[in-house]
């Protein structure tokens, strides 16, 4: 990289603003210690600066510069229409703290949305207030912890959760003092029902499934495993990050789940490149409808003949309080999903799910006779294989997600979920087209050539970045958060 950070591109007395004479008469400031005199800030011309960060905007890969087949955080294309939305006046000028007969119009998206949720998802109620998935599972299992309280069964410590499972799901019960119990996958992928057996007592919470799971895989004992945990007095909490593979198909809520969060930015569309933003609402059956966050958005007083209903907010009886301040993520994650929605309507959701599930099986097939699939059976919206091309000296799944880069695709999850050897994990999503599918495929057939002919080329790929192989390693270990401080200023 030959890019001068924007400190070296300083030079003094150069200037990018103008400010306006002052209007308001001049002040005293009451103690002159409180000012610096050295304020090390670059000195540049706007123009300087505009050219130096575009020139480092194009380093960035993302969703709508390329392929972005990443499995388990759905990362699809965000149509541009919710971003109009997202910044209309009405929307982008309210705040939280107006009266609410000022933003009935953001409430009654609120309340819409909830009801929307609630009709894809098969559930009683939904908070709309966690700003994440991990966020959202905290708050789930907040409330399947205050159900079992409130009836006085305080003996349930155990967390049943698949070895398949994303990490925040253990993360979010051993952060409420729960004791995780590991549940082992079968040879076909499913829960292992008689591991899971074997662990259902009356100290159970409950489960924390992703169904489909990180496999990509649809339980094929779901009814079972949600029999087994409410047997014994457990409750069904469901991972729903995966839901871009049932909308419109299956409702979780139907299948007996308790509680699930909904990844916005995953299922529906927001941009969530690089941690943010998100949103992660959470739908609860009946039996949890009472412990939901408080507020929730509800209908205040009905409609009559030419009045307009009265939404406001509303607290559930046995709340657990609030998850954050004032709604949840608004404008950047409610106002986009709820365009979302709104555009495709019941049957382009389900379409949606269709083709995301064409497109995995697609590739699927594709890439089969060169990749080993251990969990080979028809997939949901992703699948999971083995990364290291046979026959080929040491390459590995690392070395192939790097080779990608030189074919301009953003490299697949990898090394996860980690009951599959050398993982990569694939998910197309359902806005890619077939051309798309074919070249994405076509890439990695080659790279397995490359890896048989030549793996040196892939092993030490990539070649045509701006930055070649990073030291994984020695970054993780010895973190530099900053690499160029004016003087005076030291790197502790
Ligand atoms: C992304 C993801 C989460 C966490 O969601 P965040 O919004 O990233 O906090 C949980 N479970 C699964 C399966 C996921 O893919």
Not at 158 to 170: F, Q, R, V
Not at 232 to 246: E, I, K, P, S, T
Not at 376 to 384: A, G, L, Q, Y
Not at 445 to 462: C, F, G, S
Request: one cysteine or more; hydrophobic letters at 40%; glycine letters at 10%.
């Amino acid at each position: 990289m030959t890019e001068k950070t924007i400190f070296e591109l300083s030079s003094p007395g150069r200037t990018g603003v103008t400010f306006p004479k002052s209007d308001v008469p001049a002040f005293e400031l009451p103690d002159e210690s409180l000012l610096r005199d050295e304020l090390p800030l670059p000195e540049l011309a706007e123009v300087d600066v505009v050219r130096h960060y575009m020139a480092l905007s194009k380093y960035n890969y993302s969703v709508d510069g390329g392929f972005y087949p990443l499995g388990s955080c759905t990362m699809k294309y965000n149509p541009k229409i919710n971003e109009d939305t997202c910044r209309l006046p009405g929307f982008v000028f309210s705040h939280p703290l107006q009266p609410i007969e000022t933003v009935q119009g953001n409430l009654l998206l609120m309340y819409q949305m909830q009801e929307w949720l609630k009709e894809i998802s098969g559930f009683a109620a939904v908070t709309l207030q966690p700003a994440a998935g991990a966020h959202g599972e905290f708050c789930g299992v907040l409330m399947m912890r205050a159900y079992h309280k409130a009836r006085g069964d305080e003996k349930r410590i155990k967390m049943l959760i698949p070895d398949a499972a994303h990490g925040t799901n253990p993360a979010s019960a051993g952060m409420l003092g729960m004791s995780v119990v590991v549940i082992p996958s079968d040879a076909r992928g499913n829960v292992d029902l008689d591991a899971l057996k074997a662990q259902c007592d009356d100290t159970v919470v409950g489960m924390m499934l992703t169904n489909p799971n990180t496999l990509g895989l649809f339980d094929e004992h779901i009814e079972q495993v949600v029999k087994l945990v409410r047997d014994c007095g457990g409750l069904m909490y469901g991972d729903g990050a995966n839901l871009n593979a049932l909308l419109g198909i299956v409702r979780p809520g139907d299948l007996g789940f308790d509680v699930m969060h909904f990844n916005l930015h995953k299922t529906f569309a927001v941009p969530h490149g690089g941690g943010g933003p998100g949103s992660g609402p959470v739908g609860v059956s009946e039996r949890l409808a009472d412990f939901l966050p408080a507020p929730l958005v509800g209908i205040l007083e009905e409609a009559e003949q030419d009045v307009p209903a009265l939404y406001g907010f509303v607290t559930p009886k046995q709340t657990i309080g609030r998850m954050k301040a004032f709604h949840g993520h608004f404008g950047g994650g409610l106002v986009r999903s709820y365009t979302y929605i709104a555009m495709h309507g019941p049957d382009g959701l389900k379409d949606i799910s269709q083709y995301a599930v064409l497109n995995a099986n697609y590739l699927a097939a594709r890439l089969r006779g060169t990749y080993k699939i251990p969990f080979d059976r028809v997939c949901m919206h992703e699948f999971v294989m083995e990364g290291n091309p046979p026959n080929s000296s040491g390459v590995r799944a690392l070395d192939v997600a790097k080779r990608l880069m030189d074919y301009n695709f953003h490299p697949p999850t990898n090394y996860f979920p980690l009951i599959v050897h050398e993982a990569l994990m694939i998910e197309p999503t359902e806005t890619e087209n077939k051309d798309t599918l074919d070249s994405f495929a076509e890439a990695l057939i080659k790279i397995a050539e490359e890896a048989r002919e030549n793996p040196e080329l892939v092993k030490t790929a990539p070649h045509t970045t701006p930055f070649g192989r990073m030291d994984e390693v020695k970054a993780a270990r010895e973190l530099v958060l900053c690499c160029w401080l004016p003087e005076g200023y030291d790197n502790e």
